[in-house]
Nanobody
Framework: QVHLVESGGGLVQTGGSLRLSCAASGRTFSSYGMGWFRQAPGKEREFVAA????????YYTDSVKGRFTISRGNAKQTVYLQMNILKPEDTAVYYCAARGSDYGLGLAPYEYDYWGQGTLVTVSS
């Protein structure tokens, strides 16, 4: 069984920064990239950022471009999300996910095979 564990969430003021981490453990598996999604209360889960292992390309939703950075850790199957200039609308539970195939760019939830339990990010105004 594969486990993804997120950490780094918390409460921060508008304009502040947080760094989320996600690490995989358990059964060895081959992944083609990892991503971050978020879900605010009463809303559907939405794509935030993704990174592909084969070419290192990164992708972001428009609302976080220039503020968030996704990066790969030195340890295998580890990914980070550096979040700067946080806004109240960034408040959500953030989930990391891992892809078991290289189909698509990793912008949609259905492209991912493994998910973490989520970490709450709250941005106060």
């Amino acid at each position: 069984q594969v486990h993804l564990v997120e950490s780094g969430g918390g409460l921060v003021q508008t304009g502040g920064s947080l760094r989320l981490s996600c690490a995989a453990s358990g059964r060895t598996f081959s992944s083609y990239g990892m991503g971050w999604f978020r879900q605010a209360p009463g809303k559907e889960r939405e794509f935030v950022a993704a990174i592909r292992w084969n070419d290192g390309n990164t992708y972001y939703t428009d609302s976080v471009k220039g503020r968030f950075t996704i990066s790969r850790g030195n340890a295998k199957q580890t990914v980070y999300l550096q979040m700067n200039i946080l806004k109240p609308e960034d408040t959500a539970v953030y989930y990391c996910a891992a892809r078991g195939s290289d189909y698509g760019l990793g912008l949609a939830p259905y492209e991912y095979d493994y998910w973490g339990q989520g970490t709450l990010v709250t941005v106060s105004s």
